[in-house]
């Protein structure tokens, strides 16, 4: 069998590299980082949640279906150390089991049913869709898992998702903690959180607070904007009031409706 030699033939040197470079375009995804450029980030409140049950992969999807940028989730840990979506420390609102998800295997979380006959997703689950359907995801971590972080970033990782994902956080020192080690990280300061002030917010490294919907006035988004910091609400179900908000310069427009979401 006869090799060929590139390096002795300019003409397909240039054909092979060419190829090269439109292959690597071609698997460089169109969403390359969180923000959309010219308007504030769609996202889906535990997924598409008052068409389908919370925080389960039909809810996700169907706010992909609605056109939405993000989605957001809550990540807990299982006995076994597995990442789950689940907005409760326990699962007795949201499935047909009771008890807590930290006492609680993978295996019998993935027994467990939602009103609708859904499963209970896992958080790689939740990435291997976002990633399909190009979106962007909000891990909602109500507590400082025990590593700190080590896990949920290296899924991120696994599923290329690191620079589509913001984490939300209620801890400073777990704040600080991220943006020392993962600085490229999206972090937002989540509502309710200790009161801290723009300043305060600004020091522990994060990216962004989230506050209340009547908070959110468009000079504090402006002042937020001065020192470099992005602005959400928690979810609002107004179509009129999510116009708004958009108008006004919010970064962030959550819902529980993605439907009701301003073109």
């Known amino acids: 069998m006869k090799i060929r030699n590139f390096a002795k033939s300019p003409s397909r040197v240039g054909l092979f590299s060419g190829l090269l470079i439109f292959l690597l375009l071609m698997a460089i995804p169109a969403w ?17 949640n008052r068409e389908f049950d919370e925080n389960t992969l039909a809810a996700f999807s169907r706010a992909a279906d609605l056109g939405v940028d993000a989605i957001e989730c809550d990540p807990k840990l299982t006995r076994d150390g597995v990442y789950v979506i689940m907005h409760d420390f326990t699962v007795d609102r949201t499935t047909d089991g009771s008890g807590k998800v930290a006492e609680m295997t993978l295996s019998e979380i993935k027994s467990l049913r939602t009103k609708n006959g859904e499963e209970v997703p896992t958080l790689e689950e939740v990435l291997q869709l976002a990633q399909g359907r190009g979106l962007a995801v909000y891990l909602d971590m109500k507590s400082a898992p025990p590593d700190r972080g080590e896990k949920l970033v290296a899924l991120l990782d696994q599923y290329g998702m690191r620079d589509r994902g913001i984490v939300g956080t209620y801890q400073k020192q777990f704040t600080r903690e991220l943006e020392r080690r993962w600085p490229d990280l999206v972090t937002f300061v989540s509502w309710p959180y200790p009161a801290l002030t723009m300043g305060q917010v600004r020091r522990t490294g994060a990216d962004g607070f989230g506050t209340l919907a009547g908070f959110a006035t468009k000079h504090r988004i402006a002042k937020a904007h001065k020192k470099g910091l992005k602005v959400a609400t928690m979810p609002v179900d107004d179509q009129a009031k999510l116009l708004q908000q958009k108008q006004i310069g919010l970064d962030v427009l959550q819902t529980d409706e993605p439907k009701l979401l301003p073109k």
Do not use: I, K, Q
């Open 32 to 48: 390359t980082e969180v923000w959309p450029e010219g308007r504030p980030l769609t996202l889906a409140h535990r997924g598409a």
